[in-house]
């Protein structure tokens, strides 16, 4: 069996990472356009880095947690049996390799690397980044920027996703709130190709009638179960 998983913020809750549309949300407590866009970029460059250099201190102290480990056992346990796991996330820790799998595509971007606007370099970032900060390839500063993908921009590696999407027997979105696109659209074009479609999320997500099958709860307990059930089916 082909797996697409499309994974978001909620995978990464039980790790202490904050999501962005739940009560308490960062998008509930900070505005993403002057945050997460370029134009915010440009006009207010430090209260961006600012926002980015304390997610990025926030993800070197988290772990993985249990959704993450079984995602990495299922890309091993589908490979044995002759099939394959697309991992897919929207999220821009790193969570995920870092609990084992092995081919993660961050079509949103990855907070642990920093790109310079001036030469498209992208780097290995771990430290805070500024305007004063140079980049290493170049040596110009003040374009040195988070490599993440902010509203208006394009997501990475779409040509990739569409083909693996499309290519899946099974479409499974896992702790995503469905609401940012092109990722939210993923389910009506798995649909529209026949494709199975299902959802693993604490409660019912904005896209939740689309799917075949919904299993709610939290990730570190439902995406283990049902890891399992794929495993063992
Ligand atoms: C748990 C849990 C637990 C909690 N266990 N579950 C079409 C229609 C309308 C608008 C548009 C459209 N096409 C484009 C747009 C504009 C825009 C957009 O979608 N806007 C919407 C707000 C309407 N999209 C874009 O601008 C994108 N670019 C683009 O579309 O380019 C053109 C293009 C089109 C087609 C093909 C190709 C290109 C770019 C979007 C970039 C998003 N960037 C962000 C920030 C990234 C950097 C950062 O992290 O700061 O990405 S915004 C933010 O939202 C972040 C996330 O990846 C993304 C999705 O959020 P996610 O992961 O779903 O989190 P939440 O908080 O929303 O949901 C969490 C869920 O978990 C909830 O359901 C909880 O219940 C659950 N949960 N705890 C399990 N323990």
Redesign the pocket.
């Known amino acids: 069996m082909n797996i697409f998983a499309l994974t978001?913020?909620?995978?990464s809750?039980?790790s202490g990472l904050g999501?962005?549309?739940?009560k308490d949300?960062l998008w509930t407590r900070f505005d993403?356009m002057k945050l997460?866009t370029p134009e915010a970029f440009v006009h207010n460059p430090d209260e961006v880095h600012a926002f980015y250099n304390l997610r990025r201190q926030n993800l070197l102290s988290a772990e993985p947690n249990a959704a993450h480990w079984a995602l990495a056992r299922l890309e091993t346990g589908l490979a044995e049996r002759g099939g394959s796991l697309f991992l897919c996330t929207?999220?821009?820790d790193d969570l995920h390799e870092r609990a084992g799998s092995r081919q993660v595509i961050h079509m949103?971007?990855e907070l642990l690397k920093a790109r310079c606007t001036a030469c498209g370099g992208i780097m290995p970032w771990r430290e805070d980044l500024g305007t004063e900060v140079l980049c290493p390839s170049c040596r110009r500063s003040g374009g040195m920027r988070p490599h993440?993908?902010?509203?208006?921009?394009?997501?990475l590696e779409?040509d990739a996703i569409y083909d693996a999407l499309l290519g899946a027997d099974l479409f499974v979105s896992i702790?995503?709130?469905?609401?940012?696109?092109?990722?939210?659209g993923f389910v009506s074009e798995a649909r529209g190709h026949g494709i199975r479609t299902c959802e693993i999320?604490?409660?019912p997500?904005d896209n939740a009638r689309q799917f075949d099958e919904g299993r709610y709860g939290?990730?570190?307990e439902?995406v283990p179960a049902w890891v399992e059930q794929v495993l063992t089916s």
């Not at 978001?8 to 995978?11: E, M, N, R, W």
């Not at 999501?19 to 739940?22: A, G, H, L, V």
């Open positions: 978001g913020a909620g995978v809750a039980e999501t962005f549309r739940d949300g993403p997460a929207q999220n821009i949103h971007g993440v993908v902010w509203f208006g921009e394009m997501p779409m702790g995503t709130s469905g609401s940012v696109y092109p990722a939210a999320n604490l409660e997500s939290p990730a570190g439902a």
